[in-house]
């Protein structure tokens, strides 16, 4: 064989070597990106319920201590609801987050202060207060995991980076209370 048929069989096996590493590094790129885009899907949509579900619950609880509901079967409705929201709610947060423990607290200690039968002023302006931090708490976390969907969007999955990721949320929640 001449050196021209080497070439030949050189370029050859180059040119096989750089399709199947494309092929490999398009099928893991693909995977990536499939996995990314169905957590960033998800996070989105368990924001948009928490949020709802949030809202739903401040409301309803707000609209039973403020106001006397008529038909026995309404209120009991309204119990009703506010009770499936207060366990909904709890199942879509993360027991071993801070600001998901305040916001659990908050759930669990929100109803007693809808007592129809010693509802005077005083408690009607701590359940406001309880209600403005549960919504605040809520805030914090939802731009907390709103700030991972973007970190995710943009560097992909960040449990391989998450140590650096829970290090900087630590930081910069230290340096916030200062």
């Not at 996995?35 to 368990?46: A, D, G, M, P, Y």
């Not at 207060?86 to 659990?104: A, G, H, V």
């Not at 809808?114 to 009607?124: Q, S």
């Amino acid at each position: 064989m001449n050196y021209k048929e080497y070439i030949f069989i050189i370029g050859i096996s180059v040119t096989l070597v750089l399709g199947i590493g494309n092929i490999i590094f398009n099928f893991i790129t693909s995977r990536k990106r499939s996995f990314i885009n169905t957590v960033t899907s998800e996070r989105i949509k368990w924001i948009a319920n928490l949020r709802k579900d949030i809202s739903n619950f401040c409301g309803l609880t707000l609209h039973y201590s403020l106001k006397s509901i008529d038909n026995s079967n309404k209120e009991q409705e309204v119990i009703e609801e506010i009770d499936r929201l207060r366990y909904k709610i709890k199942l879509q947060l993360n027991p071993n987050e801070e600001e998901s423990i305040s916001i659990i607290k908050l759930i669990d200690e929100i109803p007693s202060l809808t007592d129809r039968l010693t509802i005077d002023k005083l408690i009607n302006d701590e359940l406001r207060i309880k209600l403005d931090i549960l919504t605040s708490n809520t805030q914090v976390l939802l731009k907390k995991e709103w700030d991972k969907v973007k970190a995710e969007s943009k560097k992909g999955d960040l449990r391989k980076k998450g140590i650096f990721i829970r290090v900087f949320y630590k930081l910069t929640k230290i340096i916030a209370k200062k």
